[in-house]
């Protein structure tokens, strides 16, 4: 009985130790996605959801509130909110001190033009799903292709978009498909 208990214990701890990065992962994307809906509720009020959440720059290492936003490319109106109010102080701490960085090797971003959109969640996956280089097919799962940036194989668009292209050659080789 002794041993069946520290077999048990071993396999929780095990267990544990195992699933505990899943459990990280899942309560960052939680975290992600809270963070999402609450820009989205501050920028659009009404339930829609076009209108994008920005400051100035300046106007959010100040703690200021930005009276008007500049010109931007998007075809989505901007909406002047306090990006510092809606941020957790660790990612005001954080955004704060990067871009303090980013200003000290390329000088000029403290533009009193720059503005932040917030929120760009959507970024190059940080875990990687393995894959056979020349087949690009799962190592562990026949017949999943793990591509792009949700497997960690591009950190962009077009490397998305080549990889992509890739994958289906690869594919179309195993099926003998010129």
């Known amino acids: 009985m002794k041993n069946l208990v520290h077999f048990q214990q071993t396999l929780s701890t ?35 959801s076009y209108r994008l959440p920005a400051m100035r720059l300046l106007d959010y290492l100040d703690r200021k509130t930005s009276k008007n936003l500049p010109g931007y490319s998007s ?59 020349q087949t690009y097919e799962s190592v562990n799962t026949e017949g999943l292709y793990p591509l792009a940036e949700g497997a960690g ?11 992509g292209i890739n994958a289906v050659e690869a594919y179309f080789r195993k099926l003998g498909v010129r």
Do not use: C, W
């Open 14 to 48: 095990k267990l544990l130790n195992y699933l505990r990065p899943l459990f990280l992962i899942f309560k960052g994307a939680q975290f992600q996605k809270q963070l999402e809906q609450a820009f989205s509720r501050a920028a659009n009020p009404d339930g829609s």
């Open 153 to 163: 194989y591009a950190g962009g668009i077009t490397s998305a978009a080549v990889d």
């Open 75 to 133: 075809p989505n109106p901007l909406v002047p909110i306090k990006l510092f109010e809606i941020f957790p102080p660790m990612v005001n701490r954080a955004l704060t001190e990067g871009l303090k960085v980013f200003n000290q090797k390329m000088p000029g971003l403290f533009h009193k033009d720059a503005i932040l959109v917030a929120i760009e969640s959507r970024t190059s996956s940080s875990i990687r799903i393995l894959r056979n280089k």
